[in-house]
């Protein structure tokens, strides 16, 4: 099947670190842009970080940059988020997906960043 599996969530302290994969099945993310996004209890999803199909050039939205940082392993099919410095406002459900051909969204991965 073509899916992305979202994983790596967790509960951290304020200033924590965290490190999330989106693992691709079905598909080669070589093609695709590769997205991920975040959804606060009560809020619309957002983007938050985005990475091309072929040079690996990175996006940020500004809550974010700085902090986080998305890559890609290509033999691995598998993009990561990687999230330091957390802040409560970083607390959500994380998704991944790609730029077209849109894959239904998954069980996402639960972030919260509590004291």
């Known amino acids: 099947q073509v899916q992305l599996v979202e994983s790596g969530g967790g509960l951290v302290q304020p200033g924590g670190s965290l490190r999330l994969s989106c693992a691709a099945s079905g598909f080669n993310l070589d093609y695709y842009y590769i997205g991920w996004f975040r959804q606060a209890p009560g809020k619309e999803r957002e983007g938050v970080a985005c990475?091309?199909?072929?040079?690996?050039?990175?996006y940020y939205a500004d809550s974010v940059k700085g902090r986080f940082t998305i890559s890609r392993d290509n033999a691995k099919n598998t993009v990561y988020l990687q999230m330091n410095s957390l802040k409560p406002e970083d607390t959500g459900v994380y998704y991944c997906n790609r730029n077209a051909y849109t894959i239904p969204w998954g069980r996402g991965t639960q972030v919260t960043v509590s004291s």
């Open positions: 990475i091309t199909s072929s040079d690996g050039s990175t």
